[in-house]
């Protein structure tokens, strides 16, 4: 696994389900940038943000996501096959999700983004929410001008959130790395 150069990935959907909704923003964030948002103003377009999307992360050898195994991952290949584009590349690339860390990792009572940031004082807005962003993408399509500020917003929030996160959660990762790297040594020698 690479942990050079990582980008974190964020996905804003109108619907929890790929078949019945479709992705309105996207947003990418590394360590040290300001971070970037795709947006779709309107469904039909959508492939151009996935194909812009798929561009931006070829730039990057490892993705980090918050609940990404699950939920940003899938619900992007899903999309990308709808629209007859290949997901290989987004699929080879090595993937941290922070979620899984976190779960598996350390105790806490809840492991919502929001609580886990809340217990590590990462500072983290409230308003809007993720399950706010199918109704504000409604919002916008039917001429709400402010409401894809809001979606973009929440994203890049969330993606600072989400950077604050994996920085502090370097040593686990490193620690996980070694682990790995170790592992993968000592089959090569057998």
């Avoid at 690479?2 to 996905?11: A, E, F, G």
């Avoid at 795709?38 to 561009?55: F, I």
């Avoid at 999700?97 to 409230?126: A, M, N, P, Q, S």
């Avoid at 402010?146 to 929030?157: F, M, N, S, T, Y």
Wanted: hydrophobic fraction near 40%; proline fraction near 4%.
């Amino acid at each position: 696994m690479h942990l050079d150069n990582p980008v974190i990935l964020d996905l804003e959907t109108s619907s929890l389900e790929a078949d019945a909704g479709v992705v309105v923003g996207a947003g990418l964030i590394t360590e040290k940038s300001e971070g970037y948002y795709l947006e779709s103003r309107r469904t039909g377009e959508e492939r151009d943000l996935l194909v812009r999307l798929a561009k931006r992360l070829d730039e990057y050898p490892t993705i980090v996501t918050w609940n990404g195994r699950t939920f940003d991952l899938p619900f992007l290949v899903t999309r990308m096959l709808k629209h007859g584009l290949d997901p290989r590349p987004i699929l080879n690339k090595d993937h941290v999700d922070l979620y899984e860390l976190v779960k598996f990792r350390l105790r806490l009572t809840f492991t919502y983004l929001d609580h886990v940031c809340e217990f590590f004082g990462i500072e983290k807005k409230r308003n809007p929410m993720g399950m706010d962003v199918p109704g504000l993408y409604v919002r916008a399509l039917e001429g709400d001008k402010k409401a894809l500020g809001r979606i973009r917003e929440h994203c890049l929030d969330d993606l600072r959130a989400t950077r604050k996160l994996y920085l502090l959660l370097g040593p686990l990762l490193q620690a996980q790395h070694t682990k790995d790297r170790g592992a993968g040594l000592a089959a090569k020698k057998e």
